[in-house]
Structure formats: C-alpha cells, structure tokens
C-alpha cells in the first residue's frame, strides 16, 4: 500500500513562491508516477503536474506551465511541487497522488492519495 504525506501548504501573496513536497512509501517508488492536483472551493479537482519516477519525464497544466516545477528525489523518496508567480486563482487544495507507471490526467486514474494541504494566495 503507497502512503502519500505532504508538506504544509500556506499563505502567500500574489507573485510569491511556495514549495510542497509529498513523502512516497510503502512500495517501489520508481514504478510509480506522481501527479499533483488541486481543488478550490465548489469546483472540480483538476490535474496540476505529474512526474514519472523512473525516467522522470514530466507534464503540466497549460495553466501551470512555466510557473510550476514538479521534481523528484529518488533518494528521499519525495517529489515537490515549486509554485513560483502565485495567482489568486491558484488558491486550492494540492493534492499528490500516485499510480502504477505511466502518467495519465484524470484524478480517477490515481488510486491512492495524500491528505491535501491548503495553498491560499492573497491578492
């Protein structure tokens, strides 16, 4: 059974940066792929980024892309988000999850997930 355990998220203001990171264990951490997602408040948890753990190719969100980062240390057994150019609109819940080898978008094609943290950027 894959554990996923994330960081405090916080509060930042617009233009600001922020890093999450998500603990993985419990299983093999390269056959796995880590995706981030997040979840404002009545709307639809949508995908963030997601990394591959064993060859580390990687894919955003149109909505993310140049801003966010997504990696990976293969030592640690973490993968971090950095949100740099915080927007009010990024304000969510970040969820990491995780899936069996290859990257896929849909939140449903994760089977397991951490407990969500809280990112709130102020204008």
């Known amino acids: 059974q894959v554990q996923l355990v994330e960081s405090a998220g916080g509060l930042v203001q617009a233009g600001g940066s922020l890093r999450l990171s998500c603990d993985f264990s419990?299983?093999?951490?390269?056959?796995?792929?880590v995706g981030w997602f997040r979840q404002a408040p009545g709307k639809e948890r949508d995908f963030v980024a997601a990394?591959?753990?064993?060859?580390?190719?990687?894919v955003y969100a149109d909505s993310v892309k140049g801003r966010f980062t997504i990696s990976r240390d293969n030592v640690k057994n973490t993968v971090y988000l950095q949100l740099n150019s915080l927007k009010p609109e990024d304000t969510a819940v970040y969820y990491c999850?995780?899936?069996?080898?290859?990257?896929?978008?849909?939140?449903?094609?994760?089977?397991?997930w951490g407990q969500g943290t809280q990112v709130t950027v102020s204008s």
């Open positions: 990394i591959a753990l064993s060859a580390g190719n990687t």
């Open positions: 999850a995780a899936r069996e080898w290859s990257i896929l978008l849909r939140p449903v094609n994760y089977p397991y």
């Open positions: 419990g299983r093999t951490f390269s056959r796995y792929t």
